[in-house]
């Protein structure tokens, strides 16, 4: 079958439906969010409810819908998944349309998106990584943690990843917050656990094979600063038959730590269950034992080459810090000490922070490394004032930046969507509300005049059939696709 005429096809059977929706109104407000993750999920279904005339498309640049919830939550995390049988049911509602394998900034631009939709709600979230900026960056060996979640998750962009799991016995993770301790849980979890989860097929051989013992959790200020949740704290540390090591000195609080402590529920509880795990566990490893480190106070100097000089990193080379509180925040931020010591490694992985990627035409802050906003309302400079960027708007994580669950990202699309009715309210979107612009049709046509093949939620449906079919047969939750051309010609069948 051609691109073109299978686009096509999709488009007989949506105009189907919109027949019956036209009914209601010679005027549809059309929308497209694009991004499919919890944040474009939660926007459409919190419009679709607000707006009886809203019909609204939601594009993702993956054949699969769903964002994190598939590729970043941890496979031994089944019930936090639960969540796409919800956004399963919003796409399946008649005034709704999802249209994978369309990229924002290659399929079609925002300029055009502009053009075809009244109102267009970006939710694309954090697909890049912040950097360190120091040298040794660039060696084979180190991988940012998103690199690494999306290669046991099964991501496509990742799928040839191919961490040094084999020839190294101790991995460095740069970072403790919920996602280096997901990365380290993975790590060290006897593979058996994970076997009947959805982690990838590829990721679970190279678990099984794997000779990592050893595990560095590396953080730049102390155990009172770490990122991390109680939750998933308790979870790493409860991984059977591992090693924990915490020094306890690094777990002596100053004045200004206690109040740090006194003001925050989650940092109590974090510190308090390091400071158990310090006092209660044997002082070694028995042979053979699983490790994991967690080490205070070092912030990483430069990465060390292999000795072979293979451009293969080797090690990491940290300078102790201390906290000084910043005159500004009040915050206390770990300074250089000017000692330093080296770890030795034969993996890294820099859990340090995700960040979002402007695309042609939109406002961005580089510094927040988030589309300036407010309240959702896309804001651009205009002789040198921030003025709306009309009918333009933003939710979750590059709305944000990347913090928060997956229900942060509701109320994140609530607040957009009562801007939006604010605004339809207002009049203020008036050349748009007001026009009628051609919608899902008008982009089924541009796409289909550049050839790209849209993946319907039809199409999703034969895809995520067929990997729980898979599953079923390796006694797992779901086998998953994990390449661009298994996915599309699964996908077009
Ligand atoms: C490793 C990890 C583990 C996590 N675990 C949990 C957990 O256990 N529990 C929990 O509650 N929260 C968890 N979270 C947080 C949660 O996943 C996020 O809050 C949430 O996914 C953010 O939603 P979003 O829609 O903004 O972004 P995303 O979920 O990233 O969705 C963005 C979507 O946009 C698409 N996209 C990107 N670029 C384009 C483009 N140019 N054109 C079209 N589409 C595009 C992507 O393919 C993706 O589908 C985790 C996060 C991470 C990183």
Redesign the pocket.
Known sequence: MSFVRSNMAILKALKLFSKTFSSLSSHPLRVCV???????FYTVEKMLKAHERAEVDI????PTP????RS???PD?PE?KIVTNQFSRVALNERCSFFGN????SSVSLSELREIYNVVVL?????SDRVLDIPGEDLTGIHSAREF?WWYNGHPDCRNLAPNLKSTDTVVILGQG??AL?VARILLRPTMELATTDIAFHALAALEESSVRKVYLVGRRGPIQAACTAKELREVLAVKDLYVNIHEADLLKSPKDEEELKNNRIRRRVYELLSKEATSGPSHPTSGQRELHFVFFQKPDRFLDSERGKGHVAGVHFEKTMLRENGDSGKQIAVGTGQFEDLKCGLVLKSIG?KSVP?DGLPFDHHKGIVPNVKGRVLKYSSGNLTQFEGLYVC???KRGPT??????LYCAEETVASISEDLEKGVLTSTSTSSKPGREGLLQLLDSRNVRVVSFNDWEKIDTEEKRLGRLRNKQREKLTTWEELQELAMK
């Not at 369309?102 to 900034?105: E, M, N, R």
């Open positions: 694009v991004g499919s993750g919890p944040a474009g594009i993702d640049r993956l769903y964002g994190l919830v970043g939550v941890a995390h936090t369309v990229s924002l900034g939710a694309y979230g954090a697909e979640v919920n996602v997901d995700y695309v979750g994580w590059l928060g669950i997956i229900a942060t990202n």
